[in-house]
């Protein structure tokens, strides 16, 4: 029978992570209830207070969620782990605590999940604090994560998506435990060749103060990509890098022919040094595929 199982087997698990976010929670799961009751899946709601000084938790429970409480603020991708690690649901469904994410989406995204190992609801509108540099930044990683996964990525790092729970514990430990854990969820799915799809919507302005950090964030998710892309693809990022400094080399090289008549001893450095990070990519891409054959054979 569809509904609400808080102790029992169910279909779907709704995690939602929160930070000092009692001006929100109770009406983030009163949504996130009305959207699954409208469904025919048993489900659960799991709310993870992650240190809130508030009363977070004490409203979510009010609200019909099961609450998991943090000692301490540990940061959005440790609540999230901890989510995954209570929940019983074989589907897992992500949404932000601050009422920004469209709750009543959910029932649109899960069918999904019977062809694609992960759906993300991608967002068609920023509307963050520190708005231009949010758009600015965020644009820029995810444009290169397009490039180094050679994929279409409409939204990298959105707080509303829902997943197949055995595809995301196999990546668990990958997780950071700050804002960049959202991405790496993502890129950890789409550099493996698992399906993904992208739907379409609607971003409202969040409850309460954000927790975005502009600076430390930012460079936290820039690595994060980089991270991930080259833990599962290493050539996607040593191989543009070995012709970059290969391309160097080369128009130095040229140049230094015509003004002295000679190499010098940076246009043979920037040469080996292209050599030594292409045998890199592919020493660390051999290193990969070895892992995932293992892995295959295994399961």
């Not at 998710?221 to 996607?236: D, E, K």
Request: proline fraction near 4%; hydrophobic fraction near 45%.
């Amino acid at each position: 029978m569809a509904g609400s199982h808080p102790s029992g087997e169910c279909k779907v698990s709704v995690i939602v992570p929160a930070y000092n976010e009692a001006e929100a929670i109770f009406k983030v799961v009163s949504e996130i209830k009305e959207a699954m009751d409208s469904t025919n899946y048993t489900y659960e709601i799991v709310v993870v207070d992650d240190g809130s000084t508030d009363d977070t938790g004490l409203l979510a429970q009010k609200a019909g969620a099961r609450v998991i409480r943090h000692s301490e603020n540990r940061g959005s991708g440790a609540s999230r782990k901890s989510g995954l690690k209570a929940c019983k649901g074989e589907w897992v469904v992500m949404i932000d605590g601050d009422g920004t994410y469209p709750a009543l989406a959910i029932p649109a995204i899960l069918p999904l999940l019977e062809e694609f190992s992960q759906v993300i609801g991608a967002r068609t509108v920023e509307r963050g604090t520190h708005r231009i540099l949010r758009t600015l930044a965020k644009e820029m990683i995810r444009r290169l994560a397009e490039l180094l996964v050679g994929r279409k990525i409409p939204d990298l790092n959105s707080g509303l998506r829902a997943f197949r729970r055995k595809d995301m514990m196999k990546f668990f430990h990958l997780i950071p435990d700050g804002f960049s854990c959202v991405s790496s969820m993502t890129l950890a799915f789409m550099t493996n060749g698992l399906p993904v799809k992208f739907v379409p919507i609607d971003y409202f302005p969040r409850i309460g103060k954000s927790k975005f950090h502009p600076v430390r964030d930012t460079y936290k998710y820039l690595l994060t990509v980089i991270r991930l892309v080259t833990y599962f693809a290493p050539l996607n990022v040593f191989l543009p890098l070995c012709g970059l400094l290969l391309a160097i080399g080369v128009l130095k090289g040229m140049i230094d022919l015509l003004w002295t008549g000679t190499l010098q001893e940076s246009d043979i450095i920037l040469f080996l040094s292209a050599v030594m990070v292409g045998s890199l990519g592919i020493l660390a891409d051999l290193i990969v595929a070895q892992g995932r054959g293992r892995d295959d054979g295994e399961g």
